[in-house]
T-cell receptor
Framework: DVKVTQSSRYLVKRTGEKVFLECVQDMDHENMFWYRQDPGLGLRLIYFSYDVKMKEKGDIPEGYSVSREKKERFSLILESASTNQTSMYLC?????????????FGPGTRLTVL | SQKIEQNSEALNIQEGKTATLTCNYTNYSPAYLQWYRQDPGRGPVFLLLIRENEKEKRKERLKVTFDTTLKQSLFHITASQPADSATYLCALEAGGFKTIFGAGTRLFVKA
């Protein structure tokens, strides 16, 4: 079974802190994604990566950056955390170069910014 | 702008009945559509994918239809069980590797 793990289930940070969220997948998937999920808004794509060192902006990239130095690891960085970045963050991965492959999600990180 | 709508109100049904969830979309012509299940505090889990040239797809007690003229997908769970209680997300291909997710519909199945 594909396993996607995220570094923390719960995280509390202060405004202005730099925050790192780590995601690791163990099935050699090419594509990796970062979403945030807020009530009533569904999952919104922040960034995605279709190869090592490649990244593409999603729908809401402002205030975030990403890093993919190794195929199995995709990191989300909040440069200067703000209270409106309090949310559930979900990482996902998918196989292959076409876009119609199912996505495998991690358990999520619930981030609170005070 | 592209938009996906799922019924934001929870769906309550009795065990054994068929649950039907709706996903409507506008300003899209997706090549495929996916349905996911999400339990509280957990990440979504893939259930089914249906392509634009498929009218219907089945997997055990699940059935999905895809009407590109109506721009609608219906997701059915037959012989529903309390264990089917969860939030169900509709997701559409949005070009390249991007997938757009709906906000989900919460299903409660009463014993």
């Amino acid at each position: 079974d594909v396993k996607v793990t995220q570094s923390s289930r719960y995280l509390v940070k202060r405004t202005g802190e730099k925050v790192f969220l780590e995601c690791v997948q163990d099935m050699d998937h090419e594509n990796m994604f970062w979403y945030r999920q807020d009530p009533g808004l569904g999952l919104r794509l922040i960034y995605f990566s279709y190869d090592v060192k490649m990244k593409e902006k999603g729908d809401i990239p402002e205030g975030y950056s990403v890093s993919r130095e190794k195929k199995e690891r995709f990191s989300l960085i909040l440069e200067s955390a703000s209270t409106n970045q309090t949310s559930m963050y979900l990482c996902a991965s998918s196989l292959g170069t076409s876009g119609d492959n199912e996505q495998f999600f991690g358990p999520g990180t619930r981030l609170t910014v005070l | 702008s592209q938009k996906i709508e799922q019924n934001s109100e929870a769906l309550n049904i009795q065990e054994g009945k068929t649950a039907t969830l709706t996903c409507n979309y506008t300003n899209y012509s997706p090549a495929y559509l996916q349905w996911y299940r999400q339990d509280p505090g957990r990440g979504p889990v893939f259930l089914l994918l249906i392509r634009e040239n498929e009218k219907e797809k089945r997997k055990e007690r699940l059935k999905v239809t895809f009407d590109t003229t109506l721009k609608q997908s219906l997701f059915h769970i037959t012989a529903s069980q309390p264990a089917d209680s969860a939030t169900y997300l509709c997701a559409l291909e949005a070009g390249g590797f991007k997938t757009i997710f709906g906000a989900g519909t919460r299903l409660f199945v009463k014993a």
